[in-house]
Structures are given as C-alpha cells and as structure tokens.
C-alpha cells in the first residue's frame, strides 16, 4: 500500500482521532529525545527523515507505516 492511501485509510484516520500517536525515538532504541506527534504523512516522513540525519538508518516508508501501525495496535 502506499504511504498516501494508507495515512488516509479509515482506520488509521480513526486512531489519529482517538488517540495522540507520537514516534519516540528512545522507543527504538536511541538514546535522543526526538519525538513527534505522527497525525499525517508530514510527520511520519518528518520522523523517519530524522532518522535518516540524525541516526544514519534509513527507512523504508513500508518499515515506516508498520513502525506506526504497531504503535497504534500497542494502544488500542
Ligand atoms: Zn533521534
């Protein structure tokens, strides 16, 4: 699926609404005290950009969107 249709599927659409999604760096590991609130392609892009320059890990929007889809499974 691509990263457009599946921040604005329903269900995902449903869990920005309901719940405040942010990516934590030190949720994966890294010592950093990046975080961002994930409510749009923007910011997941923003996230894994970040990862990218600042941890030298780049991310695949696929690994992007199951990083998000878990996060979201963990609250629900
Ligand atoms: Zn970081």
Redesign the pocket.
Known sequence: MALENFITSDYIQKCFKKYMTKMI??D?G?????AIEVDSQDSLEQFGM??DQ??GIEYQKESLMTMLTSKLNMKS
């Open positions: 760096c030190t994966y890294f010592e950093c005290d990046f970040h990862m600042i941890h």
